[in-house]
């Protein structure tokens, strides 16, 4: 049986962590291809700044600015609610907002490590708690989370960091277990980069020594969701060979 597909001309992406470096280069892309665009994260200002550079270059007004706290359970449902009642569907979650608190393992804080938790796991956990049974329903979902090479090598110095990374790998391979055996159309993509400049954005800059470009990170994720609905793409190293 084929399984459905859909045009990104008609699909409606949420991007967490939206207004700035990967998650800009992830929103610009969707709508360069034709997507509605929803990001999301807690600056307002940088969000409708972006949203309004974003639509300007696309022609057309595809990029939508949301303000919410992916800590809090509440709002990553309601920001669920709002692209499924706005727009009539929700078909790419990419799940971007996070944050590092660099202490060394012997000085790890509880707020530390609970802030980076909450934001870099639990946030995801939530927003894909919210986001799957949307996208089982309309039988058609791509969940797109960024992980980091921190997420399958430990570093000595953000070691919260790398928990919530590991653990971002872990919940997603449930999430496609899930998926699995309930036949749903969903697809679970893991972003794993190593250092990506998230300065020099512009077209056409040079990335620093050893930082891979936004650019590159855009157009991967352009290739992972157009490739065929039963074709499996699991976890996405891209890094510098500098």
């Known amino acids: 049986m084929a399984l459905k597909s859909k045009p990104f001309s008609e699909q409606v992406a949420l991007v967490t962590g939206g207004g700035t470096g990967i998650g800009r280069a ?11 665009v929803v990001i999301a994260s807690r600056n307002e200002a940088t969000l409708q700044s972006t949203a309004d550079e974003l639509n300007s270059a696309a022609g057309a007004e595809r990029v939508f600015a949301y303000a919410f706290d992916v800590r809090d359970r509440g709002q990553c449902e309601a920001v669920v609610r709002h692209c499924v009642e706005r727009f009539g569907a929700l078909d790419v979650l990419v799940n971007n907002s996070g944050l590092a608190v660099p202490e060394t393992v012997e000085e790890i804080t509880e707020e ?16 894909v708690r919210a986001a799957l049974p949307v996208m089982a329903a309309q039988e058609f979902g791509d969940i797109v989370n960024v992980s980091s090479q921190a997420g399958k090598h430990g570093y000595a110095d953000v070691p919260s960091y790398c928990a919530s990374k590991w653990g971002l790998l872990g919940f997603a391979e449930s999430v496609r277990d899930h998926v699995r055996k309930s036949g749903a159309n969903v697809r679970v993509f893991n972003f794993c980069p190593g250092l990506v400049d998230v300065e020099n954005t512009a077209t056409g800059r040079e990335p620093r020594p050893g930082f891979v470009h936004v650019s590159n990170m855009a157009r991967t994720l352009l290739y992972a969701l157009s490739l065929d609905r039963n074709v499996v793409l699991e976890d996405i190293n891209i890094y510098s060979r500098g």
């Open 26 to 36: 992830f929103a610009g892309a969707l709508a360069s291809a034709g997507a509605r």
């Open 112 to 127: 530390g490590w609970d802030k980076v938790l909450e934001t870099n796991l639990k946030g995801a956990m939530r927003l």
